[in-house]
């Protein structure tokens, strides 16, 4: 069953400032374990040694494009490497939705902010994946495409890198949204000390002027 603390989050996806009556996450919870049986999050990642050169942060072996903004260069400052990852829950998650939203637009709702709690899940999950494999080693936040200042159009490289479309099912259309929609894409540093660099909170976010959460008094609690 999800913990207390998830629950609070799809609350927060569904923009409900209280935590419900019993039943309400009793219904959520059933839902979420049953998505989580349905459509696990999948995962991939590889690693790439970072170069410093005069026109930004390279990622060697990679085809992104040299990292230049003002998040990368805080967030990666001391690290000799860069993890690539994607984290998805696949067209399975994609079917039941359409399933959802032919019956009830509440469950199509509910759904929707249990699989953004998952996806997340997944991504901590491969987190922790992380700081396993690379004991003694130190991880910089986890940031995305579109928070801070890192862009968007990384999106399509992200993937191309990661072999995503063949791997995992994801791929991205010209307006740069991920396909299955419950996917993520991010980018974590590999340091030798301890990391002091933080680039969470709604300060970085691209969506700190339009943000629903912030509106409502709340936040995504990144």
Do not use: W
């Not at 009793?26 to 459509?39: D, H, I, N, S, W």
């Not at 995962?43 to 003002?70: A, H, I, N, W």
């Not at 995992?168 to 996917?183: A, F, R």
């Amino acid at each position: 069953m999800p913990s207390e603390e998830k629950l609070r989050e799809i609350l927060r996806y569904l923009g409900a400032a209280g935590s419900g009556d019993m039943q309400f996450q009793q219904k959520l919870a059933a839902l979420y374990e049953e998505l989580r049986q349905e459509a696990p999050p999948r995962q991939r990642y590889r690693v790439f040694p970072l170069e410093r050169t005069e026109t930004g942060l390279v990622l060697t072996g990679s085809s992104l494009p040299p990292l230049t903004g003002q998040s990368a260069k805080t967030l990666l400052s001391e690290s000799h490497s860069v993890v690539l990852l994607c984290c998805t829950l696949g067209a399975a998650f994609e079917r039941k939705l359409r399933a959802a939203s032919a019956r009830s637009m509440e469950l199509t709702l509910l759904l929707d902010a249990c699989g953004s709690a998952l996806v997340e899940e997944g991504c901590d999950a491969l987190e922790q994946e992380l700081k396993e494999r690379f004991r003694g080693a130190f991880l910089t936040d986890r940031f995305s495409p579109g928070y801070g200042d890192l862009p968007l159009t990384l999106q399509p490289e992200i993937l191309k890198a990661l072999d995503a479309a063949r791997r995992l099912g994801v791929t991205v259309n010209e307006q740069l949204l991920m396909n299955p929609t419950k996917s993520v894409t991010a980018l974590i540093g590999i340091s030798d000390r301890p990391q002091r660099a933080r680039i969470r909170g709604c300060a970085f976010c691209a969506l700190n002027e339009t943000c629903i959460y912030r509106k409502g008094g709340m936040h995504c609690g990144d």
